[in-house]
């Protein structure tokens, strides 16, 4: 690990300042993923700006009768809080799938959405990659691809998301609520908020620099039967091979997230309106136009019998 400053904010806009001034210092609140990648040297922060004291770990009510989630509320309390488990068990479902006990306890929601993707090569510093050094090339074409995405790339980058918490945000329609140094606030989709991959593989998040993520917010509740179900090589600790989102209505309709797919939660509204012709017809329209590699194309089959699974979960 290179060496770098540190300091406690003691405000949202020391924070942001601290880091707007700094060119390459970095927000940590958990640490879970930015910490490895730092001992890895994948990530080079000059300055860290420590925000965990900021008053961002409440979830409250919001005026509509949705939910707003402060950036700095742990993956556990996220997921035990009593209306996220009755009103969005989709997302407690999704937290509690990742990770360990643990790691839940420190993890943020914040820095759940920042997680960086899992692509070996991504962490292969002898390897060419777009990501850690753009233009260098990706080293993950033409490699072992198992583990990657099948949709949504292009020829800079295969990256998969690898997140569980965000495929359930992305199914539930949430807002991402951001403050830059400007004092300015943004409520980005959850939908735009992750990026593809296109000609700047290395920029992943619709945040400029130094605008910190203060909170999420969940709309109204969608009813229905909330599902997910997470494919992968081991029982705990492992991420998904191939993960399912699913909120299900009476009638057969409902909406539907993969994850592990793509660089971002995969959502394609109009395939859910295939829900009534069963599991095939919503993974042929998902997937429309993905490029496979030989040895990850198996993901489209088990995204159809995944998604298969929990259809037939929501209906017993």
Known sequence: MIPFTYEKAASLEAAIAAVTSKPGAKFIAGGTNLLDLMKLQIEKPIHLVDVR???LAAIEDTADGGLRIGALVTNTDVASHPRVKRDYGVLSRAIVAGATGQLRNKATTGGNLLQRNRCPYFYSLDLPCNKRAPGSGCSAIGGISRALAVIG???HCIAQNPGDMAVALRVLDATVETMDAAGQTRSVPIADF???????????????????????????????????????DRSSYAFAIVSVAAVLQRGGTGRVAFGSVAPRPWRVE???????????????A??????PRDDNRFKIPLAERTLSLVMKEGRA
């Open 286 to 291: 998902a997937f429309g136009g993905a490029t």
């Open 194 to 232: 992750h990026l593809l991959p296109g000609d700047t593989p290395e920029r992943e998040f619709d945040l400029q620099p130094g605008e910190l993520i203060t909170a999420v917010e969940l709309p109204p509740p969608l009813g229905g039967t909330h599902h997910y179900h997470k494919v992968r």
């Open 270 to 284: 109009t395939a859910e309106t295939a829900m009534v012709d069963g599991p095939r017809a919503v993974v042929s």
């Open 153 to 155: 790339t292009s020829e």
């Open 53 to 55: 004291k900021l008053p």
